[in-house]
């Protein structure tokens, strides 16, 4: 199979079929973005063709797959009156879904899920933290979810080729982890006569802040976590210095990679399959993002590294992306709609959306196991761009994994049984939570500086610029975080904490 077909499906999701019958049929117009690297024609494409066939339902598309004009389609929808009728992996902000509905534009589904969205409704039922999630301020449901049980992780890869051939049992700690990337320096362990490994690789503070897991501390983009009701900023707890210690004398030694700072995620990506690897660990959701498929199988998931005994990780993204589906007041019967979408939650529909028909399209195998049909094994432009709709993108739907688990490729099979692992050291640092329009702008300006300040700390304690050791520039450390608003920002989370906590009770 295709590198492109496996790494679809490394990030791909399956629908389920339900047994409706033909629904209101239309044409609608369907509006939505399928990412700016999307080679889908929705008008040509077989998902589209199979959700017609079994529900009756037609559409018209109005397809984006430049992000800046998808954004500019979506101001104009606020700001003008012409409206599609439904927006399909529609990349909803909550700031926009509060808007358009404020404007009458999008309709509340809420009422609507119960008998129109039954599958929908039975996962939300079963997991109130989901219908919570969903819920504008307002207590309005107006755009469903992209719903992954095993969401995307950063995770941790290291080479577990490296490890054998040193001797070396996979890193628990801090300590030990600093031992193994001495060793990938020192003793050439890709085995190519040249100085050139990377013990450590990492893009930015934003990859070097995962290991913050490792002092006993997650924390979620805004640097806070919840800690039994009470807000904590983490970059002010004293784990978090001895991090940047631990950070500061890897990198001096050339343990973490010297060019992490200001490299780019296309600019450490390896194609070429002969090339020797050079990474002894880094962050990513699966190795294949960043290596050829032959290289990314010396790679294992390295288990959190342990802190006074216990494992945590930071939980990435949780397991909703919101603002994937929402139907407009244009629509002449959202009911039809709602039906449609809800056959993506059920598990049927969810594998047809991914892998077609079976039989025709892909095979079961006695086991259980599953591979497509025939040419297609080897399509992987026919897998990716006409046979399923999904690439990137947010898509209403719930990934069944049970069956994305099932597809006869090693490679997949590897990853996904390593990060089934990871499910059970990860953690939200705070709770699911919707702002409103005035609370992201009392947030941005926070957020703008103090962010920018913690980045750039970080970044400098570990070049050494400033002396992690040296009490008074940790001092004016902690009064930078002061002067740039960490009180602040606290405290608004301690607000939203409080109001999340009353709503529960």
Known sequence: MGKRAVGWLLCAALLFAVPFGALA???????????????????????????????????????????????????AMLTGDALPDVLFKAALTTREQIELSAQGK?????????????????????????????????????????????????????????????????????????????????????????????????????????LAHAVGLVANDYNVWLDGGTVRFVPEDERY???????????????????????????????????????????????????????????????????????????????????????TATCEDPAALLAWVDILYGNTGAVEAMAGKAGEDYLLAGDGGWTYAGDMEQNADYIMYDLSVYDTGTMPWLFPQGFYDRYQNDDIARVN??????????????????????????????????????????ARFVLGELDIRSQADVAAYRAGLAENGSVALTAFWQRVADGLNAKAQ
């Open 241 to 327: 210095l001895s991090l940047l210690a631990w950070l500061r004398d890897a990198y001096a030694e050339g343990l973490l990679d010297q060019s992490g700072f200001t490299t780019a995620d296309a600019l450490r990506t390896v194609s070429d399959e002969k090339a020797a690897a050079t990474y002894g660990l880094f962050f990513g959701p699966n190795p294949m993002n960043l290596l050829p498929y032959e290289t990314a199988r010396q790679y294992r998931l390295l288990a959190p590294l342990a802190f006074e005994g216990a494992q945590v990780y930071r939980d990435l993204n949780g397991p909703l992306t919101g603002g994937a589906f929402a139907i």
């Open 25 to 75: 049929g239309g044409p609608y117009r369907m509006a939505g973005f399928d990412g700016d690297e999307s080679r889908h024609v929705w008008e040509d494409n077989a998902f589209f063709a199979r959700m017609e066939a079994r529900t009756g339902v037609t559409f018209t598309f109005e397809q984006y797959t430049d992000y800046g004009k998808w954004q500019a389609a979506k101001q």
């Open 417 to 458: 049984g390593a990060l089934q692992t990871l499910r059970g050291y990860v953690t939200a640092p705070f709770p699911a939570y919707v702002l409103t329009p005035a609370q992201e702008d009392e947030l941005a300006p926070l957020q703008a500086a103090l962010g920018r300040y913690v980045d750039e700390s970080l």
């Open 106 to 210: 999008l309709i509340d589904l809420l009422p609507l899920l119960p008998e129109y969205a039954p599958n929908l409704w039975a996962l939300l039922s079963a997991h109130p933290a989901w219908l919570s999630a969903i819920t504008l301020p307002d207590g309005k449901v107006v755009a469903l979810p992209a719903i992954y049980e095993t969401p995307t992780q950063n995770a941790m890869w290291i080479n577990g080729t490296w490890l054998d051939a040193l001797g070396f049992a996979a890193p628990t700690d801090l300590s030990t982890l600093a031992d193994v990337l001495r060793a990938f320096k020192a003793q050439d362990p890709n085995r190519n006569g040249q100085a050139d490994e990377v013990p450590l690789s990492f893009l930015g503070p934003w990859d070097l802040k995962f």
